[in-house]
């Protein structure tokens, strides 16, 4: 049993404040991701877990048992760097065995531990090399050969792909969600990169200077995204924003532009005369003729992914996005139209960027 | 690295031509010089010299003076580098954790590499003066405890540790910047790997300060070879009978006190030869195993 618990846990570097009370509880074997740009705090969050980082106010458990004054050996966690932090001087395989080496285990059952767990993770071959000579894959693997060694109730990874190439990634990111499946630890995994974080995690928390904007499962946090911000990082392309106001008389968001977007009249009645901020994934969207739409449109430029076209556009001075199966090219300030559907609509609060539910998503997704 | 290039050459050699004019004033010319005088025998009082061959060098190897004062520099060398670079190395280590004021500190202990030789050879004859200096209250507590001014082996203790506190700052320096240039990351792997502090420093520290540490021994010990002059000068003398008496000091002595020039150039030239086969074997031999790719 090792769930980790984290209460109102705040971070100070003298006086700048970088984490703001922040609450987390992540179950035994659980996968989560901790998900922000650089610079939002994640990492240092990670590290107060690991024992890294002083705890400036606030509180974390792990299995129960309050570690804030712990030293990292003593919280039971193993932890995978960003730059791998191999032992230049050591062999692969005393890179691996350290923690066992430390930990006071005979020679030969090390040995034989350390062979079996680089045969898992496909070593076997590199035991006597130095980490010097081993190409960045490897390196990853070593990295997380010398984590998975010490069986450890909780896995911290810290940015641990970043320093790879595209194909390597997304083999190495398989290979942790093997690995995981097989271990069952409790994993934490710390990245900026969305892709890495939709497809490894249980649950998703997303992070914005300091604090925590959302946690859910990966489908929670794309369908119903809590804030702008959330919204606006998951998702690629990008989501829409358009700026409006709530009209009851209209039952709708009326855009500056002036085209309206219905919304359930109920919804539209307790917040009449509201500035919010309209969002639309650009998957969701499709073109059609200029004024049969739900809005029109100026034709910028095209792109072509492959399965699909990404046509970029502009309304009024808002850069606006399509992805559809759609291919056909236009050229430059040609008028053309956007359907958007009303459950494709995301409704925020324009001054605080909070979501405000008009519906149930999940269900309006089930429906379209 | 990038490396410029200077089409016009006489820009080159016109920016390279005053260094190159003071390496040669400063040190190929007294090096040939001394070299010449080393295979003649040179009047004291000038007035001719007469060629001699490597009668110089057989004299100095037979003299029983010649082979102490080699043993008494070999012992000062290892002395003054093992204790230099021992204290470098703990002050060094704990600067890099961090603590409370550890930039005063630093600051503090790169000043003495600042103050000459003779400077420091003073304050200390003051310290260890056993009638009057702080060694006088231990005197005064253990009557004949210390007396470097009778006694050889405490005149050598004097002198290593002035020499040792000298070099103290210099190999303080790079132990510091070996340590700091170590990512951090390396230290915090062994931290969750579970070793404590002390562990992580003779596993992780140590082992990756392997090449400062080759590095600085070459210095250290050249040093301790060449640079000692100021200190025994100032502090013994060379003295109490010889006990002190470094072959760098030895060489002063028996050219500008005993007047024997050729005797003295022979010594020079058999130093410089010690030095840079110290420092060929060094770096060729030992260094060549503390690199890490």
Redesign the interface.
Same mark, same amino acid.
């Given at each position: 049993m090792a769930d980790i618990s984290i209460r109102d846990v705040r971070k100070s570097y003298g006086k700048d404040e970088v984490i703001h009370g922040v609450n987390l509880d992540i179950q035994t074997g659980e996968f989560v991701v901790i998900l922000g740009p650089s610079g939002c705090g994640k990492s240092t969050l990670l590290r107060m877990i #690991?024992? @890294?980082e002083d705890i400036t106010s606030g509180e974390i458990t792990i299995a129960e048992k309050v570690v804030n004054h712990l030293? !990292?050996?003593e919280r039971g966690? #193993?932890?995978v760097?960003?730059?791998y #932090? @191999?032992? !230049?001087?050591m062999t692969v395989a005393d890179n691996i065995g350290?923690?066992l080496k &430390?930990?006071g285990m005979p020679t030969a059952e090390r040995i034989e531990k350390v062979k079996q767990v680089a045969s898992s993770v496909g070593l076997t071959e590199f035991l006597d090399r130095?980490p010097? &000579?081993l190409s960045g894959g490897q390196r990853q693997r070593v990295a997380m050969a010398?984590a998975i060694i010490?069986e450890p109730e909780v896995f911290l990874f810290d940015e641990p792909l970043s320093n790879l190439d595209a194909k390597l990634r997304v083999q190495m990111r398989h290979e942790i969600r093997r690995i995981h499946n097989r271990v069952k630890a409790t994993s934490v995994f710390v990245t900026h990169d969305q892709h890495e974080g939709m497809t490894l995690a249980d649950r998703m928390v997303i992070m914005n200077k300091g604090t925590i904007d959302q946690v859910g499962t990966p489908e929670e946090v794309y369908n119903a995204p809590a804030t702008t911000y959330v919204a606006g990082f998951i998702g690629s392309p990008a989501m829409n924003f358009l700026p409006g106001r709530v009209l009851a008389s209209h039952a709708a968001v009326v855009l500056e532009e002036g085209s309206s977007l219905p919304i359930p009249s109920q919804a539209a009645q307790t917040m009449d005369g509201k500035l919010v901020q309209i969002g639309a994934r650009p998957e969701a969207l499709s073109l059609c003729r200029p004024g049969s739409g739900t809005l029109t449109a100026t034709f910028e430029f095209y792109e072509e992914l492959g399965s699909e076209g990404l046509h970029h556009l502009k309304i009024e001075d808002v850069q606006f996005s399509v992805l559809s199966e759609n291919k056909m090219r236009l050229d430059e300030g040609t008028q053309i139209g956007v359907t958007i559907p009303q459950e494709a609509l995301h409704i925020f609060d324009a001054d605080t960027g909070r979501r405000i539910e008009i519906s149930d998503p999940i269900h309006a997704i089930e429906t379209a | 690295m990038r490396r410029a290039y200077f089409k016009n050459n006489w820009i080159a050699a016109l920016v390279v031509a005053p260094q190159l004019l003071i390496i040669f004033v400063f040190f190929y010319w007294p090096s040939s010089q001394a070299l010449y005088w080393a295979f003649t025998l040179e009047q004291p009082w000038g007035g001719g010299n007469e060629w001699v061959w490597f009668e110089n060098f057989a004299y100095l190897l037979s003299d029983d003076r010649y082979w102490q004062s080699v043993r008494v520099s070999t012992v000062y060398a290892l002395a003054t580098t093992a204790l230099a670079m021992g204290m470098a190395l703990i002050l060094a280590l704990f600067a890099d954790r961090q603590l409370r004021g550890y930039k005063s500190f630093r600051i503090g202990l790169i000043w003495p590499y600042a103050v000459a030789a003779p400077a420091i050879g003073l304050a200390f004859r003051f310290i260890f003066n056993p009638s009057a200096g702080v060694a006088s209250y231990l005197n005064y507590a253990f009557p004949d405890f210390w007396d470097p001014i009778m006694n050889g082996s405490h005149a050598m203790t004097m002198v290593i540790i002035a020499g040792a506190w000298k070099q103290v700052s210099y190999s303080f320096i790079f132990f510091l910047a070996g340590l700091q240039s170590i /990512?951090r990351? *390396?230290t915090? =792997? =062994? =931290?969750?790997?579970?070793?404590?502090p002390m562990?992580r420093m003779m596993?992780?520290q140590l /082992? *990756?300060l392997t090449p400062t540490f080759f590095f600085l021994l070459v210095i250290n010990i050249t040093d301790s070879f060449t640079d000692s002059f100021g200190i025994v000068d100032t502090m013994t003398s060379g003295g109490p009978a010889r006990a002190t008496n470094l072959m760098v000091y030895k060489i002063y002595e028996d050219g500008f006190r005993g007047l024997d020039y050729s005797g003295a150039a022979a010594q020079s030239i058999i130093l410089m030869i010690l030095v840079i086969s110290l420092t060929f074997i060094q770096f060729r031999y030992v260094e060549r195993r503390v690199h890490?790719?």
């Open positions: #690991a024992g @890294l030293e !990292p050996r966690c #193993a932890m760097f960003q730059n #932090a @191999l032992y !230049p001087h350290y923690a &430390v930990a130095r010097g &000579v010398r010490r | /990512p990351s *390396l915090e =792997a =062994a =931290a969750m790997d579970g070793a404590r562990r596993d992780i /082992p *990756l890490y790719t």
